[in-house]
């Protein structure tokens, strides 16, 4: 079942004003310039280029929406806000905001695309805005950095020396699995366009004597070897079920004998409680062609199918494990 709503909060999500205040306000960089101190609206005006009446209307907005606190006429950044919008902030994920504010035409199409039952992208993202493309990857490889290491702890794979990561982005995963098993070395195998930013990852991490790149199409070409550990993440809602069932069976034949498989996405729950991966899934009609959420049940099936076995939930509707 889905939260339980109240009339106010039913009329308020009709308005999608917070939303495009709070977008801009990211895209404008007001939170760094907050970030030393207590600022009139005039001194942030200054700093970041803007007219003072109209930014003293936004700030004044921001404070409301509740991301911001006044004291007097000098504003200031709330806890969270300083920890993830601030530029400087190691943990930044402004990069998430301002592919969102990207999204914003997209998201208009949302009626023409359900009554059609028709994307209006060709292909995805990778493929068709290379800009974003490279900002999507920044944004995955620092969400991936608060998960991955943890990730690494909870599945053991200290008998195993060989990793394949399918469609590896940024690397994240390769290092925090390499990083924790000392013995393993990884193949990350993904579009070529992906890779540039990849190398420099693994570059500033030390790494390249771990991880070895490869370009290629996964649906289309063959892995370089076979692997005691197979990992995917974030793969299987670019694609249709049928790529998705391909591609297991391609998977199981790159899979060394008792090897494993780890699969990490956004699986569906059962049909009463889909979680917050149902409102994803319709990010996806949006923004791709093909893609979508699945349900547990079928990404099991599909590994069944292709001949894993041991097949266990190691994080609830995120992360699968299996064996050959």
Not at 139 to 154: C, G, N, Y
Not at 223 to 242: C, E, G, M, R
Not at 265 to 292: C, E, K, R
């Amino acid at each position: 079942m889905g939260k339980e709503i109240s009339a106010p909060s039913l009329f308020q999500l009709g308005y999608y004003w917070d939303a495009k205040i709070f977008l801009t306000s990211v895209k404008l960089d007001i939170y760094t310039a907050l970030s030393e101190g207590a600022k009139s609206a005039d001194e942030v005006s200054v700093s970041i280029k803007t007219d003072p009446a109209f930014t003293q209307r936004l700030l004044s907005a921001l404070v409301v929406i509740g991301v911001i606190t006044c004291d007097g006429q000098r504003y200031l950044n709330t806890p969270v806000v300083a920890e993830f919008l601030v530029k400087t902030s190691p943990f930044y994920m402004g990069e998430l905001m301002l592919l969102q504010d990207a999204e914003w035409d997209a998201w208009g199409n949302l009626e023409d695309i359900i009554r059609s039952g028709h994307p209006k992208v060709i292909g995805n993202l990778f493929m068709n805005r290379p800009d974003l493309a490279e900002l999507t990857l920044n944004v995955l490889h620092r969400m991936a950095q608060r998960v991955a290491p943890s990730l690494a702890e909870k599945i053991n794979l200290s008998a195993y020396r060989s990793f394949l990561d399918v469609g590896g982005g940024a690397g994240t995963f390769s290092m925090a699995f390499c990083k924790r098993y000392p013995n393993l070395s990884s193949i990350l195998f993904d579009l070529p366009q992906t890779l540039p930013m990849t190398q420099k990852n693994i570059e500033k991490e030390k790494m390249q004597d771990r991880i070895t790149l490869y370009g290629g199409d996964f649906n289309k070409d063959s892995f370089p070897n076979k692997f005691d550990v197979v990992f995917l993440s974030d793969i299987l809602h670019y694609q249709t079920n049928a790529q998705n069932q391909s591609l297991f069976h391609k998977l199981y034949e790159a899979t060394n004998p008792i090897g494993t498989i780890i699969v990490k996405d956004m699986f569906l729950g059962d049909d009463t409680a889909p979680g917050w991966n149902a409102i994803f899934s319709m990010h996806m009609m949006v923004y791709s062609q093909n893609g979508q959420c699945f349900k547990g049940s079928e990404i099991t099936t599909w590994l069944e199918k292709a001949g894993f076995k041991e097949i266990r939930e190691i994080e609830r509707n995120t992360v699968l494990v299996a064996k050959k």
